[in-house]
């Protein structure tokens, strides 16, 4: 009997083999990573071992003469099966065989192909960190910065080693120096100023990208919007040498051409004390005549988030306007109600009428919700992660 399973355990093996080598070029998953320079070594989650089965579909289905649609579909279901039934082993399967493909079709330049098996795989698994990096490594290809761009801070967001998030900050750098040098070798100065507001929003704790904002706006002679981007940044041990140098120079310049007396200097911007939490900051910020909440600064949050615990015990003042909408958690998609608070102020920066989502955290009991770019893109606005202090500018 234990030779007989023996022998059917073996030819379950070979057929596995055969069928991964038949279906996926026989290339392993740490192969497929190896070989991407701009990526490698990719996996964040785990790095998977060379002897981890790539086939999504058992052997005895005929899954290489279904089209590739429909393969997609099938791998994409398996995982959101194996979600369901919490089977690690299975997720992971699957998980491997979707990446493992899309790097064969970013390889055979059939980008269309990996944007496709990417961007479904990402509905099922949002917060997967080497699908996002390899959606980017796609857009970079097509000399899509932007998009690509927006997919590494995707990734950025979700990762948690040092060292990847090292990887991807570094590699955030060297995409957006490349859209730069695009646009000022195109001389479209205008797009070098919709780069800078973009990533100064996108990453407000990096003041270097302030710096830059600030000479392209001098580039178009907004000396008054440049003097707010360098004042956000005077303090910064990096770049505050060269910011109040800049300053200098511009309200020099400013009092030359208007009138002395009537000359208003930038000055140091004031800031609002924000609380660390790990990597992240919490802020202190005031409804209209209710108790304060202690929000968690999401730059990725489209809308800013209430729990219904903040709704219910701060006394806040809002109107239901009968719509939901999809919010992205650490368990997929979940629909949540929109209400709009009457105003909402963090020091003496304030938004009337703000549209939040009423939306549980999971149990994070320390904060009320979420600060995000509803409210935040209203301003110009730098965290000082030395002062600890949340700076805000008009826009």
Do not use: C
Not at 89 to 97: F, G
Not at 197 to 226: G, S
Request: aromatic share 8%; proline share 3%; hydrophobic share 45%.
């Amino acid at each position: 009997m234990k030779l007989t399973t023996l022998l059917l355990t073996l030819l379950a093996g070979l057929l596995l083999g055969w069928f991964a080598h038949k279906h996926w070029g026989a290339v392993t998953t740490s192969q497929a990573v190896s070989e991407y320079p701009a990526l490698a070594p990719a996996y964040e989650n785990r790095q998977p071992s060379t002897q981890d089965s790539l086939a999504i579909i058992s052997p005895g289905n005929t899954v290489s003469t279904l089209p590739q649609r429909d393969t997609l579909a099938a791998a994409v279901e398996r995982y959101e099966l194996s979600q369901a039934r919490a089977d690690s082993a299975a997720m992971q399967q699957a998980r491997d065989a979707v990446l493992l493909y899309a790097q064969q079709r970013i390889r055979a330049g059939d980008y269309v192909a990996a944007v496709e098996w990417l961007q479904r795989f990402l509905q099922a698994s949002y917060r997967d960190v080497d699908a996002r990096l390899l959606l980017a490594e796609v857009f970079y290809r097509q000399q899509d910065y932007r998009d690509a761009i927006a997919q590494l801070y995707e990734a950025k967001a979700h990762a948690f080693r040092p060292e990847m998030l090292t990887r991807i900050t570094r590699r955030i750098r060297d995409v957006v120096g490349e859209q730069a040098r695009k646009y000022s070798e195109d001389q479209n100065t205008a797009g070098l100023l919709q780069l800078f507001q973009h990533v100064t929003q996108l990453e407000p704790d990096y003041a270097a990208y302030f710096i830059e904002l600030a000479i392209v706006q001098l580039a178009l002679e907004d000396r008054d919007a440049a003097q707010r981007s360098l004042s956000l940044v005077i303090n910064d041990p990096d770049v505050g040498e060269q910011a109040r140098a800049m300053l200098a120079t511009v309200q020099q310049t400013a009092i030359v051409i208007a009138d002395p007396d009537q000359a208003t200097l930038a000055t140091e911007v004031a800031g609002v004390p924000l609380i660390r939490s790990g990597h992240h900051f919490l802020v202190d910020v005031n409804p209209a005549d209710a108790e304060s909440l202690r929000l968690l600064i999401d730059t990725g949050a489209s809308m800013t988030i209430l729990t219904p615990e903040a709704l219910q015990q701060r006394g806040l003042r809002y109107r239901q306007t009968g719509r939901s909408r999809l919010f992205s958690t650490a368990n997929g998609q979940v629909r949540a109600p929109v209400y709009i608070l009457e105003s909402l102020s963090v020091g003496d920066w304030y938004i009337q009428q703000l549209e939040v989502g009423i939306l549980d955290l999971g149990g994070q009991a320390e904060i009320d919700g979420l600060l995000g770019m509803n409210f935040l893109s209203h301003f110009r606005f730098f965290i000082d992660q030395n002062e600890s202090m949340l700076r805000l500018s008009l826009n």
